[in-house]
Every structure is written in C-alpha cells, then in structure tokens.
C-alpha cells in the first residue's frame, strides 16, 4: 500500500494565512519541509482521503492525476477537510473524461454538499455521496474501509478510518484527540502496517482534547503496542499540524525521534 501525505497542516496551513507568529516566520525562512498546506493524503493514487481548499495546489505540485481518482474518504465537514464546492469542477465542461468518484462522509457534509449541487448536478458530475456510519465497514474498490469514531466535534459524527486491502492495512487518525473508549473496544484485534496520527498541538504537551500533542500521540501509541495492533515493523508517523504547535518540522523531529515516532511533511511517500 502506498500513501502519500500531499499536505500536513491544520486549517490555518503554515505558515498561517494572515499571520505574523514567530512560529510563521521561522517556517518561511526555512522553507522546504517546514511549509505545510492544509491535510490530505492519497492511498495508492486513487483513493483521496479528505479534500481541502488546497487540493488544486496538491495536485500541480504532486503531478497527480485527479481524473483517475475513484473514492474520497471524508472525515468531517469542517472546510480545511471538505471544501465542497470544488466537487462541481467533476463535470463538463469544467472537466471531461472523469473516472465516476465515490465519496464517503458524514450527514453533516452530505447535507452541505447537496446544499451546493441539486440532485441532477451530482448525478451529471459523475459523483456519488454515501452517509458513512462509525464501525460500520464497506468496501471501495479492493479495499475495506471501516469509519471510527473520532474525538472531534460534538455537533457532528466526525470520522477517522481504517483501510485496508486484505494485505495490509493502514489506521489514519485525524482529526481526533485520544481516542473514545468505543473506538478502543472496535481496534481490539487489528493489526496496522501504518499508523498515522494526528498531532495537531505537536509540542504543547499534554493536549489530548479534539487534537492530540505529540506526548498523547507516544500514548495512544503505547495502548497500540499493548493490544498487539502494531508491532516493531509498523510505521508510526504523526501529521496533521497547526502553527500554535510551537515547534516547526525541523525543530520537532528530535522529539519526534525521542518517541520513536515519524513526522510527515507535504509530499512524503510512505509504502508498506
């Protein structure tokens, strides 16, 4: 399974739009990997997990070819993760020749993307929306999907998901903080290739709430090893990150490295 990480920052991106935080321009004067666009990740080049405001931006910078995308997994509706008016660009005679796209969210992004496009126009889009529910599994393509249910938002039944090909299987945790005590009972008996999870206050230690620190993550981590989920070949990354986050990619991969952790950056390719 390849995965590939084409942008790894919170809403705001970093280096923030509008802002002038320390943070923000040691980011900018270190350029390369400390710039991160807003999250999205791309499973085998065909099945897109999330769909930002960026994901124009990803595709000309990736080189990709979004006509051949088949399934977008969306985790909630918040519009860093759902910006539902780029899927009407999926018609003519905004594009020609697209692969039909599945996409699978929750209710609160199926009402926002039927609040954009009338009936006839998802259908003349070559789309389909599918309400997706927390521990029920279904299959795109060759791989089962099974949605967990995140530490999120109270307004909405935010997801994240478990993919896998019947070979391997990846667990893409974002967004969530530690994880619900039911979303625990659901990963008894699994095991991952990958973990990738979400570390969106990286330095501010101890944050666990809706978003985790890079400390919560080593945790949540930790419980993984405990319950025989992951093992000494899985790949354990940390992504997903905000500019209050005080620390920039150069600055946290020795913490990172201290608990034996990953951190992504916009464009990293990761194959297991």
Same mark, same amino acid.
């Given at each position: *399974? ?12 970093? =280096? ?17 990997? %400390?710039?991160?666009?807003? &999250? ?20 000309? %910078? %990736? ?17 860093? +993760?759902?910006?539902?008016? $780029? ?9 020609? $020749?697209?692969? =039909? *796209? ?5 209710? *609160? ?8 496009? *009338?009936? &006839? ?21 060759? @791989?089962?999907?099974? =949605? ?20 391997? &299987?990846? !667990? ?13 009972? +659901? ?16 330095? !501010? ?5 809706? +978003? ?41 991969? =020795? ?9 992504? @950056? ?7």
């Amino acid at each position: *399974m390849k995965l590939q990480y084409l942008g790894t920052a919170a809403a705001e991106g970093w =280096p923030a739009l509008f802002c002038e935080c320390d943070n923000c321009k040691r980011a900018k004067m270190a350029g390369g990997r %400390n710039i991160r666009t807003r &999250s999205q990740a791309l499973i085998d080049d065909t099945l897109v997990i999330d769909f930002p405001p960026d994901t124009y931006m990803h595709i000309l %910078n %990736n080189g990709l070819d979004a006509g051949h995308w088949t399934g977008a997994l969306i985790t909630h509706a918040h519009s860093d +993760h759902f910006y539902a008016s $780029d899927f009407a660009m999926h018609r003519p005679p905004f594009s020609h $020749d697209a692969a =039909p *796209m599945e996409i699978y969210l929750n209710r *609160m992004a199926a009402y926002m993307a039927k609040d954009l496009m *009338m009936e &006839s126009q998802i259908r003349q889009n070559g789309l389909s929306f599918h309400v997706v529910d927390n521990f029920v599994p279904f299959r795109h393509d060759r @791989y089962e999907i099974t =949605p967990l249910r995140a530490d999120h938002d109270a307004m909405q039944d935010a997801h994240f998901y478990i993919i896998s090909d019947g070979s391997k &299987s990846l !667990l893409y945790a974002h967004d969530t903080g530690f994880f619900p005590e039911d979303t625990w009972t +659901h990963l008894k008996g699994r095991h991952f290739n990958c973990v990738s999870l979400d570390c969106t206050y990286g330095a !501010l230690l101890t944050h666990r709430n809706g +978003h985790m620190a890079i400390d919560v993550c080593a945790e949540v981590v930790h419980r993984l090893e405990d319950m025989g989920c992951i093992d000494a070949q899985t790949r354990r990354i940390v992504n997903h990150f905000s500019h209050n986050s005080l620390k920039t990619y150069d600055e946290l991969l =020795p913490m990172a490295e201290g608990y034996g952790l990953e951190v992504s @950056y916009d464009g990293m390719i990761v194959e297991f």
